[in-house]
């Protein structure tokens, strides 16, 4: 039976490549064209496709953010990558595959579609053509990264003088900055079967970094990790410190450019001016990195930034907040003073103090007051009381948001109880309690009701303080987040289950709503339930 196969290609190889599909039918049968790294995904889980064929395409952070897309739908096709190095060369790589004949039968579709415009060369250590030079390029580049992880962790300025001339880096004797991005929140578990291709790009991210510095004051390019990208920045030297700041900015402003991809955080150090002071910015990174959480919608995260940011808190002003927040949960959940006093008590007193202690203390004593309230309509969990070093990943925001869905659901959980008056909004819920794994809208539900679009709209949000369309949403997040507690189902096919029929979008909004992936809210809650 043809393996079915999804293509991201430019016109001209798609064109080649479909006229040279009939001829190999018997194998190969391409099923769709994607205009987008992102429709990749959701078409091979839509077609049920066994190989994803793509091209390399600038700027290279697309392909980071497919491979991160690839490992969040927990799915592990068979991956073909190639990039064209010249008009008339290809490379490319694939993944590491038990069926052999599969594999040769597909470097011969591919390199006799292409054979009359282009020389293809497959990349892999353990081939016979150039396999010497691809390894020669390796081993060199991996003495140059243990020689700038070695300047990390510190040394003296006649070793780094050393250094520069074994590896010919391109650094000043003084005068830098230290910038890092972490470029992924997942690991790769497929790393052994995909190492070339993630290799490969990995390798052109840095080029395209190294290409925006060379057109400043250069700097050094490397990895610390296969997920955290480091960058030694000369600084740019200028009569005007106006125009050093300004020329400042535009370098990273060009470097987001490059390096826009699923991040979880990124730093940016203070001038550093010998050599000897790199490990002490680096040593600042790992302190300040928590800080995250607070500052997340920054576009670095600096020291002058957390200076600047922490603010002394009023205690007293914290707890008369939380005193009226209980009230509130006790007495009347839907008054609309409890979203507008959590909202400031999250983002204009939590937030500016920069405390982990304050955010739990807050935190928790609003979960207790709830939990006490509701009971099992609650769920305190476990996943709300990450460590700094998780909490990381998410923001304040996010867990404000987090906190006033849990109160939206939790309005209607209580909806047939005594909370909601309207009969017309009950029967709305009941509607989408009883049909949210199907394919309903909110036009469907206000038809069920035999009610105007609008009018029902405006009497749900008036009753439950949050559109229909959200509390479909948020409801079927929250049967999501059970299923993964409760299951060992793939996140696919619980995105199915609870309604969402495409994958990415299923995603997307899991981690819009709970600040976490589908897969990482897997391994969070995995760790909790150990814990």
């Known amino acids: 039976m043809a393996k079915k196969m999804v293509i991201y290609t430019e016109e001209k190889i798609q064109g080649l490549l479909y006229a040279s599909a009939p001829f190999h039918s018997d194998d190969f049968e391409i099923v769709y064209n994607s205009v987008s790294y992102e429709r990749l995904i959701d078409k091979m889980i839509e077609l049920k496709a066994d190989i994803v064929m793509f091209q390399l395409r600038t700027p290279i952070y697309h392909a980071q953010n497919f491979f ?79 020689y700038m992880n070695d300047i990390l962790r510190g040394v003296t300025k006649q070793e780094f003088l050393y250094y520069k001339k074994q590896a010919s880096l391109q650094l000043n004797d003084s005068g830098f900055f230290l910038c890092l991005w972490n470029l992924a929140e997942i690991e790769y578990v497929d790393h052994d079967l995909n190492k070339n291709i993630y290799y490969y790009v990995g390798e052109k ?51 987001n450019a490059v390096l826009n991809c699923k991040t979880a955080f990124r730093y940016r150090s203070s001038f550093i001016k010998t050599i000897e002071d790199i490990r002490l910015a680096y040593e600042s990174y790992h302190r300040l990195k928590i800080y995250n959480f607070f500052c997340r919608e920054a576009e670095f995260l600096t020291p002058e930034l957390i200076e600047t940011s922490r603010k002394k808190v009023d205690h007293i002003k914290i707890d008369d907040y939380l005193q009226q927040i209980k009230e509130l949960i006790d007495h009347n959940i839907t008054d609309p003073r409890l979203e507008l006093l959590l909202e400031d008590l999250f983002l204009n007193m939590i937030k500016p103090s920069c405390s982990y202690n304050i955010y739990y203390y ?13 009971g099992n309509l609650y769920k305190n969990r ?40 309207n009969p017309l909004v009950l029967q709305a819920i009941d509607f989408i309690h009883d049909h949210y794994t199907e394919d309903i809208s909110i036009n469907m539900i206000a038809e069920h009701l035999k009610l105007n679009l609008s009018y029902f709209s405006q009497i749900f949000t008036k009753e439950m303080g949050i559109n229909p369309r959200k509390y479909l949403i948020t409801f079927r997040i929250q049967k999501a987040k059970e299923m993964i507690e409760s299951s060992n189902e793939l996140v696919s096919n619980i995105g199915i289950n609870v309604g969402f029929f495409e994958v990415k979008h299923f995603s997307k909004t899991f981690k819009k709503i709970t600040g976490l992936t589908p897969m990482q809210y897997k391994k969070q809650f995995a760790k909790g339930e150990y814990v």
């Not at 007051?369 to 509701?374: H, T």
């Open 362 to 374: 807050c935190q928790t004593t609003i979960s207790a007051a709830l939990l006490e309230r509701f």
């Open 382 to 421: 476990l996943i709300e009381n990450n460590s700094p070093q998780e909490l990381v990943y998410s923001s304040i925001e996010q867990k404000y948001t987090n906190l006033i869905e849990s109160i939206h659901l939790l309005r209607g959980e209580i909806s047939n109880r005594y909370m909601i008056k």
């Open 205 to 255: 991210l840095c080029e395209e970094c190294q290409f925006v510095l060379d057109n400043y004051n250069g700097g050094e390019v490397f990895y610390i990790t296969p997920t955290h990208l480091c960058l030694i920045i000369n600084d740019i030297p200028s009569n005007s410190e106006a125009t050093r700041i300004q020329k400042q900015g535009e370098l990273m402003k060009k470097l």
């Open 68 to 146: 991160a897309d690839l490992a969040e739908a927990n799915i592990s096709p068979l991956l073909f990558a190639f990039e064209t190095i010249s008009d008339d060369e290809i490379t490319y790589f694939t993944t590491t595959y038990d069926d052999f004949d599969l594999l040769d039968k597909l470097k011969y579709f591919f390199s006799t579609a292409l054979e009359k415009d282009y020389n293809c060369y497959f990349s892999y250590i353990g081939e016979n053509s150039r396999t010497n030079s691809i390894m020669s390029s390796r081993l060199k580049k991996l003495e140059k990264t243990e």
